[in-house]
Structure formats: structure tokens, C-alpha cells
């Protein structure tokens, strides 16, 4: 139920994403043809395109969360027991938990210092920009907390254990070709 509530989020996020990169896309070229076209521009373009930048950026940091398609090394993990892989497993959520929790209070404490503040061009209160912290951590533990359950409770399967998806572009094999046989 809630991993279906939490898919069902992340493909809202990355429909955002997309919505966030266009409208960047179309602010940042239409502030140049109009600077350089017509001496003119749009006053707010640079300092929304740096804000949607960042939310964008938080907004993929969930999605790639979720997906497991962030960064990581597997080296000493993916030789250890499955027993060894679950602790290792259960003690990194434990870390990203603490780390959101950390993050959370950060990012409050900055929201509520620059509430009466306004951004120089766009007059909006510094708190939107700053609650990019604020939302992305408490997505981030419901997301960590679930499969944090998942570990805990036994659902997760040992192929799940090790979160990290090798790169097609690694090279994979032997690290020097072996002669053809016969030659």
C-alpha cells in the first residue's frame, strides 16, 4: 500500500521534473534572444531558473532515493553473507535516517530565520527556497522507512540486499584479453 502510494509520488515528481526543466529551458532562452535581440529581458528569469534549479535537483535526489539509482560501492559488501549484507543493509537506513533528521531540523531552522526575507528580484520569502530541505527530507525518511520495514520485517529478497546497479559504461570481465585458443 504504501510502496504503491510512494511509485505513485516519485512518477508525480518526475512529471514536475520535466515541468520544472522546460519552463527553465524556455526562461533562460527567451532572456537571451530578448538581451540580445532586443536589449531587453525578463527581470526574474535568472533567479526562478536557479530556484526551480534547485528544487529540481532535490525533486531528483527523492526519485533516484527511491529507484536506488543513486551512487554507491558494492566491493566489500557484495562479498559478505547474506546475514553480513543485512547488517550492513540495516545499519546505512539507520545512518540516512539520522542524516535526514539532521538535514530536516537544518533546513527548519534556515525556513524560519529567513521567513521575513525576500529573494532581491522575485520579492518571495527566502522560505520557499529553503524549504527544498525541508520537503526532501521528510520524503526521504517515509522513503528510507519503508525499506527500512522492508528489511526488518523479512520482505526484502537477498538480491535486494546490495543497492547498487552497476554502470553499463564500467568495464566488466577480465582485465586483459585472453589469447584466441591456437594462436
Keep these: 500500500m504504501l510502496g504503491t502510494l510512494i511509485d505513485r509520488l516519485c512518477r508525480l515528481l ?54 536506488h539509482h543513486h551512487l554507491g560501492t558494492d566491493s566489500l559488501v557484495a562479498r559478505l553473507p547474506v546475514r553480513g549484507k543485512k547488517i550492513c543493509l540495516g545499519f546505512t537506513h539507520l545512518l540516512m535516517l539520522y542524516l535526514c533528521w539532521l538535514m530536516l531540523s537544518g533546513s527548519w531552522q534556515q525556513m524560519r530565520i529567513n521567513a521575513g526575507t525576500t529573494s532581491a528580484v522575485m520579492e518571495v520569502s527566502m522560505a520557499w527556497f529553503y524549504g527544498t530541505g525541508v520537503f526532501f527530507s521528510l520524503f526521504a525518511l517515509v522513503f528510507i522507512l519503508d525499506d527500512f520495514w522492508k528489511l526488518v520485517s523479512g520482505r526484502l529478497q537477498d538480491s535486494e540486499l546490495v543497492g547498487v546497479v552497476e554502470s553499463d559504461d564500467m568495464p566488466t570481465g577480465q582485465s586483459h584479453p585472453q589469447p584466441a585458443p591456437g594462436k
Excluded at 23 to 34: I, Q
Excluded at 36 to 53: A, K
Aim: glycine content about 8%; overall charge positive.
Design 14 to 67: 518526475s512529471a514536475v521534473m520535466v515541468l520544472l526543466l522546460a519552463l527553465m529551458v524556455v526562461m533562460v532562452f527567451g532572456n537571451v534572444v530578448l538581451r540580445y535581440g532586443f536589449n531587453s529581458g525578463i527581470t526574474m528569469s535568472e533567479e526562478l531558473s536557479r530556484w526551480l534549479f534547485v528544487w529540481m535537483t532535490f525533486l531528483g535526489a527523492l526519485v533516484a532515493l527511491r529507484s
